[in-house]
């Protein structure tokens, strides 16, 4: 029997309609969701089999949780995965999900999003979930605060009386230009998921950063003197923390995160748009860091080959190829070849409130 005629069908299944064009290809709704999510399942397959650990048992993963499109996306994907690893009776023990969300009012000013994590927990029921507020910093990562003030200098005073919040919000206002804030900010933001993973004895953080992320992250760092730290803030493998970090996602570009989202109303509801958490719309206040993401995020969908280059380059730096005997910066971790004698790396160094005006 002749098999159904479609007006444009699927260039995988031959089976439906296409819904859309993936990468030239004119694909169907299923075929897009498959195609994607197997780029994330390769990239996980090593804590899937988990052949370095214990037999029988499930390596811990933490994965940190924005509520933006990529991180949305890839819980979503991981999920789907352990599902199927949860179903299947002789399948390996694959990883458990620590989902760790800092409250996004606790770093932008937007409304407490309490029906987000409600709906998360509803969503994705496989995994566990903790909320923090941003200045648990000063309970999760102790020596942060001789850390806050040797790099604030002398102009700034903390006062312990106040409270954690305050506390928090005084150092964030010491420092001035935009770059700086952003950069500052991801530098705490990552020595918080990295207290709490260690807190909960978890092998690696799975990082949501898209492949347009990823590229925008590389050209930022070079541009604020980052380079060293590149390794690791884009490519997969050990972090000067001592845990592992892991880009699933680094195949993906966020226009293809977005065409997932759209699958999943349930997605769509959850995503708190990126415009909303950034304060800043001229062109003008914006960070080295928001600059490069438009810039990628424009050219990426004129030449996705040019960013997917920037990223696989990224990708090919070994960590492992780092000397170890290398001392690193008290505030972002980066290894300092050159400046063995400093407290801090010549990047934070330049972001500190006494020489970022
Ligand atoms: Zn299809
Ligand atoms: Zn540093």
Redesign the pocket.
Known sequence: MPGKEFLDP?V??R??DAALTLRRRR??K??YIKFVSYKVFKRMEKYRLNREGPRNTRCKLLFPLSYGLSSSVLLHMLHCQLETQRSKPHAPPGFDLEVLIIEPSTMYSVPQYDAGFDLVQKLFPLCTFTRISFHDIFDLVPDIQETMSHFAGDEFKDDTSKTNTERLSAFRSSITTATSKTDVDRALVTRLIVAFAKKTDSLAIIWGDSDSRLAAKTLANVAKGRGSSVTWQVADGMSPWGLEFNYPLRDLFTAELRDYAGFFPELTDLIIPDEQLSENTLTKNLSIDELMMRYVLTQGEKYPGVMLNVTRTANKLDVSQMPSNVSHCTFCGASMMNEQHNEFCYACARSRPALSS
Do not use: E, I, M, T
Request: include cysteine; proline fraction near 0%; aromatic fraction near 0%.
């Open positions: 699927c995988d299944c089976d439906a694909l169907c299923d075929c």
